[in-house]
Structure formats: C-alpha cells, structure tokens
C-alpha cells in the first residue's frame, strides 16, 4: 500500500497561500448556480475572498455570463425547472471552453429525484463534488478516506467530503483536514460557499486535488479565526467573512491541521 | 365571563423553557415554503434555535423532503404559481402524516388575489397562523384579545398575532406577550423567522397553543437580549441569532412578561 | 460654458439631511423588482432608513403591491421571464399614477440580452438610472461629468453612476460625491440598495437630481461611518446598516464631499 499522506500534508499546506495570493491577485469570476437560500452569503464569501460573483440563473442569460467566467459552480439546493435548465446549458459552455466547474449536490439524500439528476451531473465530469457524508452515500460512496479515493478515481473527479475533519481525494492522493468550528454547521449555506470558493481555487491552481484540499482548509482557518471572536452563529457568519478578508498566509500555514 | 389569563399566564412561561430545551434535544427538520426575502435569515433563525431546515420550493422534490419533515411552514410572500402549487402538495403530504402546519399571510392587506388564497390555505387547517394585525384584519379578524380567540374558535387554528405585544389564542385560552424589542420591526423577515419557529415549537409540544405561545415568548425574549448589545438594526440581526443559540430556560422565565 | 458645479454642491449638502428627515417621517412605500441576490439585504437597508419595502415579483399580484407603492425600484440582477413580465406590468401602474421608479441596469455589460432589455426600459422614462460604468459604457454613456450630463439630457432622466467618486447628473446639474469606502465593493448588492434607496429618496423630494445625489450621498456617508467601525467586509453589512439607522442630519452635512 502506498502512503499519499506525507506527500498531501506538505503540498496542501503550502498550496494553500499560494492559491489565496494568486486568487487574491487574479480576481477570478464565479458563476453559481445555486439556490436562493445561499445566493447571498455565497455572494459574499466570494467577494471576502477576491473574487467577482455572478449569479444569473436564467437560461437566457446564463451562457453569456458563463462564456466570461473563470469557473462554475452547479448547487442542486431549491433546485427548479430554469435551474435544471440553466445547469446544462452553463456546462455546455464551461466545458467548450476548457475551464472547471463544481457540483454540490445539496440534500440528495433527502430527494431520489434530485439525487438522480446529481447522477447525471456526474457524469459530465466536474472538477470537483463538494459534499457532506449524507449526500456522498446518496452517490454511492463510503464515507472516509479509502472510499473517497475510490470515488474519486471511478469517477475522475475530485471529492472534497465536509465533516468535523473534511476529506479531499483525487488523482490518488488524499488529505485530512481537521480545521474549523462548530458554528460552521449553524450557518446556513457555510457548505454551499465552500463548494463556490473551491471553484475559485480550482481557477486559480494547476492540480484540481490541491485546489479543493487548499480551499477548504483556507475556510476552516477562516472558521477557526472566526469562532475565536464570535458570541454565536450570527457573530459567527459576520466574523468569517472578514477572516476571509483579512486571512495572511502566515495564519494558514501556522493553523493547517493537515493529515 | 371567564379568566382563562391566570391560567395560560403560568402554563405558557413554564411551557416555552421545556419546548426549547426538548426542540435542542430533537433537531426537529422544518420545511420551510417561504418568500426569496425571508428564506436565509429564516434557515439561520431554525438552526441558532437548534432545528434542522429545508427550504425547496420545487414541486418535483417537496414532496420527498416534507415526507421528512417534523412540521411544515407555508409563507405567502413572493407567492408564485410553483410556490402555489407546492404549498398544496406540501399540505397534502404533512396532513397525512399527522404532522403539524402552519400558516404565515404575508401582506395579504395589500393584495386581493393573495388574500383569497390564504383563505383557501386556512380551510386545510394549519396547527397556527401567525400574522400582523393588517393581514388579520384581511382574513376578518379583529386584532384583540376577544377577537382573535373568536377567530381561533371559529377557524379551529391558533391565531398568533404579532405587534408590540403578541396574542396568542387557541383551545379557548389566550396569553398577551410583552417581551421583544422595537428593532424587531426595522429587519425584514423577522416575523417570517417566527412563523417557522412557531412550526418548530408545535412539532415538539403537546398542545399547539402553549407551543405557539412560547415559541413567540421565545424570540421576545432572544428580542429583548440582543436589543440590549445591538447598537441599530443591522447589529440586532446578528445579535438575535446568537442570543437565540445561547438563550438558557432561566432567563425566559426570568424575563416572560405574560398576561 | 456655465458651471452647474458650485450650485450643485450647497444644494446637494443641503437636500440630503432634508430629505432623510422626510423620507423617516414619512416612511414610504418601496417596491422592488430586485434580484435573488440583493432581496434581503436591499429590504434591510430600506427598512434602517425608515422605509417600508415590498419585494413581490408575481405578475399575478404585483399591480396591487404597486398601487400602494411611492416609488418602484426594476433591478435587472438575476432577472427571468417572471421578472421580466412583472417589470412591464409594475412600470404601467407606476406610470399611470404618476409615481416614479428607477432602473438598475445591473451587468448589462456582461449580457447583450439584458442590456436590450435595459435600453427598451430607459425608453419607458425611469426617473433615475443608478449603474455602474461598465454599465453605463453599455447603454452608450461615457462614465463622467461631461457624459452623465449628455445622457441624462438625451434620455430625459438623471444618471446616477456609482464608483470611488459617485456622479450624479441631471436636469443640466451634476454633482461629484467623494464619500464612501472601499468595502462598498466588497459586500453584494450594495449598488443594488443603493438604486432602491435612490427610489425612496425621490419618493420624498421634489427634484428627482437632487433627491438621487442625496441618496447616494448618504449612502456613502454611512459608508464612512461604518467603515470606521468595520474590520471587513462582514462587519461592515452590518455596521451601514446600524449607521443608515443612527445617522443625523449634522454628521452628513460635515461629512458631505461634493464638487
């Protein structure tokens, strides 16, 4: 058996700045599709972070927004007829274009129909599924680092699996990422702007796997700075954001739980 | 005539610490049909209490997600034909599984067509309806002590009544609520916010009455905590949802002005 | 070559204070066709300033929402056949009872769809356009003095164009607002509050120029303030709001930057 964790540990720690500074620099643009619980906050971690959001989800429109964007992101949450739409035309046009898209299949353990269209989703080969291990067993997998890998490989995706310890799988390599805080599971749509922020990292990096792994530790190390000052989950939202604008490098590497 | 205040004074005071304390021990999942404007700040509003929310309006999925559901919220702001038609199966599926409803009338003063069909919703019977005197007077009520246990009698409902101080009537018995603070009113959704919560009470009490009654006595008194750290509405919003997280059974006590 | 510029600067620092205090004793009606994104927040800044907002996009309910209404606000954010249709329907009542409304164009740069649809709006006499200059760049405006002029003369409306320094022009006048702060850009939907705000302010006012320069002279200046409190951009959504709420007539007039 071959040991991916060494290697893992160092390169996510140190991608991780790296990808924030050149995010922070490059400003890259975001379309999400995703559902109106989470348009707004998902907005906001976006711009805390650097980038420019877009968030049409009009079928009309979607595929000019998309043409100028520098990833996407599919969220299956509040998901109607114009979304379903809108989703396919808006991976047509990532696609054709060569650039990365994220899909975040919201609650399919809770909908087989939405959980097949998830299915679907899949198959047109995201860069990333950011998930937690409710909505991962409703794909198949088995929650933990062995069946993340596994996914990820039958799939050729990335797995960015959120728990207390967050997993990222792909191209045969894993990470364990043990940042964060509690409040982060009392904010709604905290897992929907991850699967937004990973799509930005992804446009910024060169390895889909250190991307997403890079991504979700910066918004643990977030989490934790924020959960330092907040009072409760409303503090609690307000504080990541301005973590996430005021995040250095330094705290990064200085806070990475990688494993 | 007869008192039946001394009576809901002390069982409502009593009832709201135990419901908080058992709703936080159950995580009950409320699904939630609410307006664009209220959708987020209502899922953070559930889960700084303690419940676990969904919010799909589609009328492909809901009626998987309110299969799961402990209790149901219709809200009829930005009231669409897919929040129409999936407020109808939503109802459909949460009565025949025995699980409570409740009804939220936004602004139905303002609009005939909406009025007419939240009249068409109190025929099916929700556990509560929380409302505005505005939107009481629409349904024919008159927003008083008589009047609003005249209506619950008549409609087989609880009427909750918001404003300075809230009514709150069913099964022949009524509480006046003091507690709140006038901020409530400068952030949008707030009473919308209350109306899922009233869900989330009913679905761990025995009695929707008293349920009603201390879920609202709740978020009064989560009011009256974040008016005194608030320093204008924008701070008060946040404030809410951490007091609501931290708000512990002495302090409602304490703090319950009911008559 | 006559200067606008020294009038426009004692007339603007002066309505402003003027106007706030009217448009809180008078509390106005504002509804808004606005995006998915800016819904709640663009509630939440109306609602700090002393307005009441209404956010329906139905087609079904939207005349009478408007017929109640002292202003109307069309945000072209997320915008899909619903909002399109309820667009047309809101501005003939608007028009028909002599009230105004105000057009936000926002990203039509990003969309030649959305910018055809701006332009057959501007033809329907908003009161005030509120854009930014890649907007504005798209409706065939050149972004400053001397462009805002021309295009507010040619269009028979005033031209509110947001940036560092905010331009105001107007019925042959023009205004330059230094106030603000750099976060503005770092909280979404800000530019959209921003429009809805402008649609209260000329609700109050008898000249459309000087009630938009007003608006988005407070604005910024509860830029200002808020960002003297702010430690990012979390913080500072919340502190423009508590700022709206707080602020008084003599902060803006010492405050007021306009040339």
Do not use: Y
Not at 4 to 20: E, I, K, M, T
Not at 75 to 104: C, M, Q, S, Y
Not at 177 to 193: D, I, W, Y
Request: aromatic letters at 4%; one cysteine or more.
């Amino acid at each position: 058996m071959h040991h991916p964790q060494a290697a893992s540990r160092n390169s996510v720690a140190q991608a991780a700045p790296d990808l924030l500074a050149r995010l922070r620099a490059r400003a890259p643009r975001i379309h999400c599709i995703t559902n109106a619980v989470a348009q707004n906050f998902t907005a906001n971690v976006l711009l805390a972070a650097g980038c420019v959001p877009s968030m049409t989800i009009s079928p009309a429109e979607i595929g000019a927004f998309v043409e100028g964007a520098n990833a996407l992101l599919v969220n299956l949450g509040t998901f109607d007829g114009e979304r379903r739409e809108a989703a396919h035309i808006a991976i047509d046009v990532i696609r054709h274009r060569g650039k990365p898209w994220v899909l975040d299949p919201v609650l399919i353990d809770r909908s087989e129909a939405r959980a097949g269209f998830a299915k679907a989703l899949l198959a047109r080969k995201p860069a990333a599924v950011r998930l937690n291990a409710a909505e991962f067993k409703a794909l198949g997998g088995t929650p933990d680092r062995d069946g993340a890998l596994l996914f990820a490989k039958e799939a050729g995706t990335v797995v960015a699996l959120s728990g207390a310890t967050d997993i990222v799988a792909g191209s045969g390599q894993v990470a364990a990422l043990a940042n964060g805080h509690p409040h982060m599971a009392r904010v709604t749509a905290l897992g929907c702007a991850a699967s937004a922020l990973t799509a930005a990292f992804i446009a910024c990096g060169e390895d889909d796997w250190s991307a997403s792994a890079a991504a979700l530790l910066t918004l643990g190390v977030a989490g934790e700075v924020a959960g330092e000052k907040a009072r409760g989950p409303g503090s609690f939202a307000v504080e990541i954001l301005d973590a996430l604008h005021n995040l250095d490098a330094a705290a990064i590497a200085q806070r990475a739980k990688v494993s």
